[in-house]
């Protein structure tokens, strides 16, 4: 129910600022911002870049705690049936996934259907590059990290790097429980989203 009612909100939100073009961030509790003030996340943080930039794009964060890449195709499908269509999907999933050890093959399923839904409809689409920690192995890692560049290349979408990539790892960077950046982690990786992202925004 609580799934639905977010859901609702997301399609009023697209549909709101429809004079505008939007960017949707598609994603989990990462880039929902668990843990902090919802203008401290970075997608907020990206606005705010966006509209000094004086640049005509909307950020929508639509990030669900615990998603794993199979919410993808679903999520994708949802976004269509707005009015006005978004302008650009980045795909932000597969963190949960890695944590939780799924398959590897099914994470590459998943997201290869989400792009490609994004795709036949015409929506610029981005495939955020996700990693995981070393828990299940080097292999498991190796095959994991592989599989966002062959979805990406498969889909002829660009590849962004890894959100964390600066953030993972440093205490001082995320809250308690070493997976969340906290506020300082979220502007760390605003700067480094907005550094890729711009050129696809102009």
């Known amino acids: 129910m609580l799934k639905i009612f977010f859901l609702s909100i997301l399609f009023f939100q697209v549909h709101a600022y429809s004079a505008d073009k939007t960017v949707v ?30 640049l005509n794009w909307k950020v929508i964060n639509s990030g669900i705690s615990g998603s794993t890449s199979a919410s993808g195709p679903g999520r994708a499908k949802w976004l ?51 990693y995981v920690p070393p828990n299940y192995g080097k292999d498991y890692s ?30 001082d960077l995320n809250l308690s429980d070493g997976i969340h950046p906290n506020e300082k982690g979220h502007q760390i990786i605003a700067d480094g989203i907005y550094g890729f992202l711009k050129k696809h925004l102009n």
């Open 25 to 54: 961030f598609l994603g989990d509790s990462l880039t929902e911002g668990y843990g902090v003030d919802q203008e401290s996340a970075y997608t907020s943080l990206i606005q705010k870049k966006i509209t000094s930039d004086k």
């Open 80 to 130: 269509l049936k707005a009015k006005d269509k978004p302008s650009l999907v980045i795909v932000l999933l597969g963190a949960n996934d890695g944590l939780r050890g799924l398959p590897v093959d099914s994470v590459k399923k998943n997201l290869n259907e989400t792009v490609k839904i994004l795709n036949d409809a015409k929506i610029k689409t981005i495939l955020a590059e996700i």
């Open 142 to 171: 190796d095959k994991f990290k592989k599989t966002f560049t062959d979805v990406a290349k498969e889909n002829k979408v660009p590849l962004m790097p890894f959100l964390l990539e600066k953030v993972a790892g440093k205490t």
